[in-house]
């Protein structure tokens, strides 16, 4: 069984699009999975990037919807954001050419010791360290969640 799933911010919101109801039915089930099996992981980087997003691009969500969300999420947030993770983002950022934003969210998933990284921005199956990438639009939870 995993430990955790370091969650993307792409992935959450998709939960809120309305114009790809596949891709938010499959962010659904994935964060029901992780929940149910308290798996899921994210960092106040996470909680940041959804509320500008949502802000910028969903203006069907309420002010009060979008903070019903983050509370949501908080127990989810327990991968830290620090002067170290920075650091080992820009180390993976040049390693790995990925944005340096997603560059420390991987760095942060890695120090918090998540095994999984979902997400659709980076190459699926791709190892990081001990940590592997999951596109949830390509598998599904119970696959891979029952196989690990």
């Known amino acids: ?3 955790a799933f370091f969650v993307d911010t792409n992935v959450l919101l998709y939960v ?3 114009k790809g109801p596949l891709k938010r ?3 659904v089930a994935w964060l029901d999975a992780l929940t149910e099996r308290n798996l899921a992981v994210i ?3 996470v909680l940041n990037e959804f509320a500008h ?3 910028k691009k969903f203006p069907h969500v309420t002010e009060r919807e979008l903070r019903e969300n983050m509370q949501a999420m908080q127990p989810w947030c ?3 954001t620090t002067a170290e993770t920075a650091l080992l983002g820009l180390a993976i950022h040049r390693r790995f050419k990925f944005s340096f934003y997603d560059a420390t969210l991987v760095a942060a998933a890695i120090t918090f010791g998540c ?3 979902l997400s659709e921005d980076l190459g699926h199956n791709q190892k990081i360290g ?3 990438v999951v596109n949830p639009f390509v598998s599904e939870p119970d696959t891979i969640l029952e196989r690990n």
């Open 16 to 18: 809120k699009d309305p």
């Open 43 to 45: 960092s106040p980087q």
């Open 53 to 55: 997003n949502i802000i």
């Open 130 to 132: 001990s940590m592997r």
């Open 78 to 80: 327990l991968a830290s």
């Open 1 to 3: 069984m995993p430990s």
């Open 25 to 27: 039915e499959r962010a």
């Open 115 to 117: 095994d999984h990284f």
